[in-house]
């Protein structure tokens, strides 16, 4: 049975008291505010594992083009449009997923191995531009495809192959090449990474195996760009001109997964749609003490400017091998949360680990549990407090409507939108309940799961003549949607955004109504009287008068 807002996400009068009254003995029944990124490959590459990833809650799919041919991400694509044609037809409902391109990004790699080389701690090894030692690669040398590494790197920097596997400190800078010793060994493969923390490398921004990836996406329909090897907000205007005006509705999400792109964070966080925090890159290229710091940091800031952000690697890294995380990784999943993650991003636990469905299940209720913790009054005061200067439009509605699903203790907060942004700009602002918004649009209710809360419905009847009919129309849809899900119940506040009159750009009408169910009948009804919304023996005898008499309050 849903549940409201009220009890599960309940506020005391401080914010210690609202820790000393959590709820421990019954799991959290609300619905869960992050949304879920799943990496497909081949141990989740089936219909029956992304259908059941569908049901429990995964609202974005990623093809890592690092891994993966294109044939490959066709055959994802194919498999996920089965699932959704299947929900539909089980459901009567449209179901959407949004699609994530990960591209590989510029890289500097080591070529191929003549044999099976192990180096040791203490081993010397020279990193040698020749082409002739592409394919000869020993124990003594490796080829580098970086012709540059010699001018920009210098004695005594770091350098990691293999993602951070092997760890070399230079010894000499040579005429072809790098003379290393061994930090950290370990097994070298072919063709492996070679990162180089403390350079800037002046590789494009867009290597010719991206721009190929790029292509692909764009024809497949993506809806987001996860960027590799972002160093500035150049690079992230070089990414908006390959994609072109066939591609502008791809929303770029830069990777912060450097040194470099950490010391340029608000130039990128401006030029991109949203950030990517990738831990498992950062973490081989600041002190890992750092790591935790670096990631409050850049969730702080992404709340407060009000872009969405993603924590991504290692989330719930031992269910690739077992059933069940550790409590390490439980706490740290809980706690990307507390610090103010949009999405939580699943990779190899769901790409090549056993247990698919299981892993997307333990991050649903490890996330829905965490949110319980939020102290979401100071958090909108804060956010509130951060927005200078004279307000939009558009920015006073989303708080007005966040106050008022505060005030009234509303399960839900119901936005008609065209373009989605009343909706993401209401999510900036951290109601503690979902925002579902009722689109016509199949792309906004696409590109909106990249932001918290937000639980996007394509509405398909056409448009009526009278624009008041036509809203009425769309809120009761809207609130059955959500009774079937389990959000609300009879009685429940709802707020309602909506806009003035037909046509994007009009949004500026809140109010609050409550819902009612009338026996035997899943369509929800509204009223603007909450005594006579709770439903009774009276009520149920109604029928169609109570439809004829339904009105609500604008505030």
């Not at 879920?36 to 089936?46: D, E, Y």
């Not at 709340?303 to 290692?314: D, H, L, R, Y």
């Not at 069940?324 to 990784?329: D, F, G, H, S, V």
């Not at 429940?492 to 026996?519: C, L």
Request: glycine fraction near 6%.
């Amino acid at each position: 049975m849903a549940q409201s807002a009220t009890p599960v996400l309940k506020e005391g009068s401080t914010q210690l008291d609202h820790i000393c009254e959590l709820e421990i003995s019954h799991p959290a029944t609300h619905h869960r505010l992050v949304s879920l990124i799943a990496t497909i490959s081949h141990s989740s590459r089936n219909l029956d594992t992304i259908y059941h990833m569908i049901l429990k809650g995964v609202n974005i799919f990623r093809l890592n083009f690092s891994h993966e041919s294109h044939e490959m991400h066709s055959k994802t694509l194919e498999l996920v449009h089965e699932a959704l044609e299947r929900i539909q037809h089980e459901t009567g409902h449209l179901r959407t997923v949004a699609i994530a391109a990960d591209t590989r990004g510029p890289q500097i790699r080591t070529g191929l191995l003549d044999g099976e080389v192990f180096l040791r701690s203490g081993d010397n090894i020279r990193l040698s531009i020749n082409r002739d030692l592409y394919d000869k690669g020993n124990k003594e040398a490796v080829y580098v495809d970086y012709m540059n590494i010699i001018n920009l790197t210098k004695t005594g920097d770091r350098l990691f192959i293999d993602d951070g596997k092997l760890l070399l400190h230079i010894m000499e800078v040579g005429v072809d090449g790098l003379l290393c010793e061994v930090i950290q060994g370990g097994q070298l493969n072919n063709n492996c990474n070679v990162i180089l923390p403390e350079v800037e490398i002046d590789l494009p921004a867009v290597s010719e195996k991206d721009m190929y990836d790029i292509q692909f996406s764009m024809k497949a329909n993506v809806d987001f760009l996860f960027a590799s090897a972002v160093r500035s907000a150049k690079n992230v205007k070089e990414l908006r001109t390959v994609l072109g005006e066939k591609g502008k509705h791809i929303k770029i999400i830069a990777k912060m997964d450097s040194k470099i792109a950490l010391s340029r964070f608000s130039e990128i966080m401006r030029a991109a749609d949203g950030l990517l925090l990738s831990r498992a890159d950062l973490g081989t290229q600041i002190p890992m003490e750092k790591l935790f710091i670096t990631q409050k940091s850049i969730l702080g800031q992404c709340n407060k400017a009000g872009k969405p952000v993603i924590v991504a690697s290692n989330i719930l890294e031992t269910m690739r091998y077992q059933l069940q995380p550790t409590r390490a990784e439980c706490f740290d999943l809980a706690n990307a949360i507390i610090d103010g993650a949009d999405c939580i991003m699943l990779s190899s636990e769901v790409a090549i680990g056993p247990y698919p469905n299981e892993t997307v299940a333990t991050c649903d209720k490890l996330c829905r549990e965490a949110e319980k913790v939020l102290w979401f009054r100071d958090l909108f005061s804060d956010l509130v407090s951060e927005v200078r200067g004279e307000l939009d439009a558009a920015h006073s509605l989303a708080i007005a409507s966040v106050e008022t699903a505060k005030r009234t203790n509303a399960t839900l907060i119901v936005v008609l939108t065209s373009s989605g942004r009343s909706a993401t700009l209401i999510s900036k602002f951290r109601p503690r309940c979902p925002i579902l918004a009722l689109t016509r649009c199949e792309r906004t209710a696409r590109w909106v799961y990249i932001h918290r809360g937000i639980l996007p419905v394509v509405y398909t009847s056409e448009p009526s003549n009278d624009y008041t009919t036509d809203v009425d129309s769309r809120v009761q849809f809207a609130l059955t949607i959500a009774k079937k899900a389990d959000i609300i119940n009879d009685g429940d506040p709802i707020v309602i955004v909506s806009a003035w009159k037909d046509g994007g750009g009009f949004t500026n009408n809140v109010r609050v109504v409550y819902a009612f169910f009338e026996a035997d009948n899943v369509d929800c009804l509204f009223r603007s009287d909450r005594r006579h919304s709770v439903k009774n023996t009276n009520l149920q005898k109604e029928g169609q008068k109570v439809i004829d008499t339904k009105k609500s309050v604008q505030i």
